[in-house]
């Protein structure tokens, strides 16, 4: 059973920064989704097990960066916008394959709250 386990989170003004962790229990490809109330899950950024370049969503590209150190990995969230605000949730998959959709993940967080006021 893969364990994931989240940090960071919390509540942050407008333009400010937050910093999120996940850590696996081993090598996996990594990522975050979100979702906001009333919203559908959304993917926000992702990296293989092999490394290389990470992928974004177009709406946090510049402003939100992925990176991982063996198995954990880290988002560093910056500008953030009320828009933003949700429950951010690690993902993790032993494929290499950068998946942008729900399905493409066996492995979830219990997710973390992210809230920017503005």
């Known amino acids: 059973q893969v364990q994931l386990v989240e940090s960071g989170g919390g509540l942050v003004q407008a333009g400010g920064s937050l910093t999120l962790s996940c850590q696996a229990s081993?090598?996996?490809?990594m990522g975050w989704f979100r979702q906001a109330p009333g919203k559908e899950r959304e993917f926000v950024a992702a990296?293989?097990?092999?490394?290389?370049r990470p992928y974004y969503a177009d709406f946090v590209k510049g402003r939100f960066t992925i990176s991982r150190v063996s198995a954990k990995n880290t988002m560093q969230m910056n500008s953030l916008k009320p828009e933003d605000t949700a429950v951010y949730y690690c993902?993790?998959?032993?494929?290499?394959?950068?998946?942008?959709?729900?399905?493409?993940?066996?492995?979830w967080g219990q997710g973390t709250q992210v809230t920017v006021s503005s």
């Open positions: 993902v993790a998959d032993s494929r290499e394959e950068i998946a942008t959709t729900p399905k493409g993940y066996d492995y």
């Open positions: 081993g090598r996996y490809t």
């Open positions: 990296i293989s097990w092999r490394g290389g």
